[in-house]
């Protein structure tokens, strides 16, 4: 259980760039399943040629922008619609991620990582205290992103994402706001990968397949049990939704079900996060009600009941 969230923290970190892309720009990037691999991709390679964990990490972190980069840049300059954007720069990091790695596997036992302290004092797996250690690192991301949405340049990609033609006639560049978005996204994502290979002790040429709808796992499980009206919530419930979705899969696991059906777990509990709220008993709670990040103020719009009188004007 304890491994189960520590890794559900780590992945709490690819949570959080989903979140900015999926919720704060409603982006469908799909290129999550590869800049994920780059970032391990370039941690591994990097701590195998003897360079320092912590310059590996951030080097994963920054491959992982540049393919954000490149899919902002399909989208936005070659008007080639966001989807398929994802799509094209997900493929093509599949071959740049062979060339990276050298093969389709580079193992990290015998090599120093960032977790090498955190293992040799037995942190790892066996107490809570590896586990405090991570929840303080994603905290800290969590809060900085917090603050970047909370500045001007923050609010302004929010309004992009809210409705990018009223901000584009205000003077916003909303090219250059999805381009920094999509570059946050996949840099967090890269990070995650990073510290995911150093974590499990290898990076694997598959180990990102799928990912997204773990990343959707994660936000939509979050929010649906700590809502999204306020960002810091939101953000919050994000990280929460990555360890729950790991815990889940621990528990399905342990009962005995086949390693080879977690995909379908996963499809199946994204499925449930967005039905059950709309059938079950919960439906009518604000933040189940849609699928809508916060306003440019970091507060969702309150919903307005269809019958609702018109506000009387004040009289002169």
Sequence with gaps: MIGAVELGLLYGVMALGVYLTFRVLRFPDLTVDGSFT?????????????QS?????LAGAGAGLVAGVVTGLLHTKGHIDGLLAGILTMIALWSVNLRIMGGANVPLLREDTL???????????GTWLGALAFLGGVLVLKLLVDWFLATDLGLAIQATGNNKQMIKSLGVDTDFTTILTLALSNGLVGLCGALVAQYQGFADISMGIGLILVGLASVIL??????????????LAVVLGAVLYRIIIYVAL???????DMKAVTAALVVAALLLPRWGPLKRVP??????????????AAPVAEDAPAPAQKEA
């Design 254 to 260: 342990q009962v005995g079900l086949n390693p080879n």
């Design 115 to 125: 977790m090498t302290p955190l293992r040799d004092a037995d942190l790892l797996g």
């Design 38 to 50: 780059t970032g391990a991709a370039v941690a591994a390679s990097m701590i195998v040629a003897g």
């Design 222 to 235: 979050g929010q649906a049990v700590l809502g999204q009206r306020v960002i810091f919530m939101a953000s």
């Design 287 to 300: 933040s189940w009600r849609d699928l809508r990040g916060g306003r440019a103020n970091g507060r969702a």
């Design 53 to 57: 964990p912590v310059l590996a990490t």
